[in-house]
């Protein structure tokens, strides 16, 4: 039997009129392809939707988090259950599957598991009865037998995690979305349609702040080598084909991202210690308390970090506590230009550079590597400064 994996997306499913044309694709697939379909389904709706992961995570504020998770992995279980009977009554038989009942097994952490593995047994023997597995997504096992969600946009690492330890032939991720852009569109107006783009670019792009797609679902892509579509919903047009290669073009900058607003967090050593101990004692104590870091620049005895502004006051308060000097910096974000094709290629960060430059933005802080070339900025400047490079890398 040749395995295909369907995700659906919680818009897409958030009314009786979208669930009903998601049942009219699955009867489309099985009718021209065969069985062998596989649904992987994120909840309902959205914010203020009954059933969406926002509005159970609402009903219960400050709980612990293993609490919380048993709380919202409930939006995609019920999702399940509605479009396998959605699924019957358009005449597929089909069995609704929690996230652990298709074999998902997670690393543990509450709130933001990574998959350890997958049994796929379950799936595999609902295939073989004849039924259309429904697997709730965003969700698995912890090693200790407890409920364990993914993260925001975890349904798609569900998805594409499924594909892989099934070996499905492709899998295809429904959005309500139009199409993956080189930016997003409500920052950068002249965004440009992506129709293919490599797993890695995409990966890339994901992990700079780009939201179409979850990053470990990118990874995945890329490690698995299975095709990838994106197809739009309301259409059923294909919006933007994952390659698993790299994708030479004219065009060696994919896209622009930004990041989540930051604090820029400056910390200087002893005069005279040694700094390899200083650095591992300061992030070791920040890392303790489960405060994540980034664009890390270190020189002489003075280390140069982001964390999230939220964690930021709690990484002031840490260092304040173990008496090391440090200055903050923030609100900033991070916009970043992504693309395998720039690996080896001259002049990228001068033009980088300029381009922040004439549009009147400083660059606070910078960082790189094969894919990307990203820059730490105020944040009032970020849509100016997303809006210059994608001028020009992008439209140019």
């Known amino acids: 039997m040749v395995v295909r994996i369907f995700k659906f997306g919680g818009i897409c499913l958030s009314s009786h009129e979208g669930r009903g044309t998601a049942a009219r694709y699955c009867v489309d697939s099985i009718r021209e392809q065969g069985p062998g379909l596989v649904l992987v389904v994120s909840a309902m709706g959205r914010a203020g939707d009954p059933y969406a992961t926002d509005t159970l995570a ?67 023997e609902t295939l073989d009865a004849g039924l259309c597995p429904v697997v709730a997504g965003f969700q698995g096992r912890s090693p200790e037998g407890r409920v364990s969600t993914l993260g925001r946009g975890g349904s798609d690492t569900s998805a594409l995690a499924l594909a892989a330890a099934l070996g ?59 095709p ?8 059923g047009e294909l919006v ?29 050593g002893p005069e005279g210690g040694e700094p390899g101990a200083f650095f591992s004692r300061l992030f070791g104590m920040i890392a303790a308390e489960g405060i994540s870091m980034d664009m890390f620049s270190v020189l002489g005895t003075i280390a140069v970090f982001t964390v999230g502004t939220a964690d930021s006051e709690a990484a002031g308060n840490i260092l304040t506590t173990a ?25 990228v960060m001068a033009r980088f550079a300029k381009a922040l430059s004439d549009a009147g933005i400083s660059m606070l802080q910078t960082v790189d590597s094969h894919a990307t070339i990203s820059a730490l ?7 100016r400064a997303l809006a210059a490079l994608h001028s020009e890398f992008v439209t140019r």
Not at 327 to 333: I, Q
């Open 58 to 124: 609402s009903l219960a504020p400050g709980c612990p988090q293993d609490e919380a998770d048993l709380l919202m992995c409930c939006g995609e279980v019920i999702s399940a259950v509605v479009m396998a009977s959605e699924l019957r009554s358009a005449g597929v038989p089909s069995r609704a599957l929690t996230g652990w009942d298709a074999g998902i097994v997670t690393d543990g952490p509450d709130g933001d598991s990574d998959i350890a593995r997958i049994d796929a047994r379950r799936v595999l």
């Open 240 to 268: 933007t084909r994952i390659e698993p290669f790299v994708i030479r073009s004219g065009r060696y900058i994919t896209g622009v991202a930004a990041g989540p607003p930051v604090c820029q967090l400056t910390a200087a």
């Open 323 to 347: 008496g090391v000097r440090f200055t903050s910096r923030g609100p900033c974000a991070k916009v970043s230009i992504v693309g395998a094709g720039m690996h080896g290629m001259r002049g």
């Open 168 to 226: 499905a032939s492709e899998a295809v991720l429904w959005k309500s979305v139009d199409s993956i852009f080189t930016a997003d569109p409500s920052l950068v107006p002249d965004a440009l349609r992506i129709e293919r783009i490599s797993a890695e670019d995409l990966r890339q792009m994901s992990w700079q702040g780009a939201r179409v797609v979850h990053p470990r679902a990118a990874e995945i892509a890329l490690e698995s080598g299975i």
């Open 377 to 383: 900025v105020p944040l009032e400047d970020r849509d």
């Open 228 to 235: 990838v579509e994106v197809r739009s919903h309301s259409s």
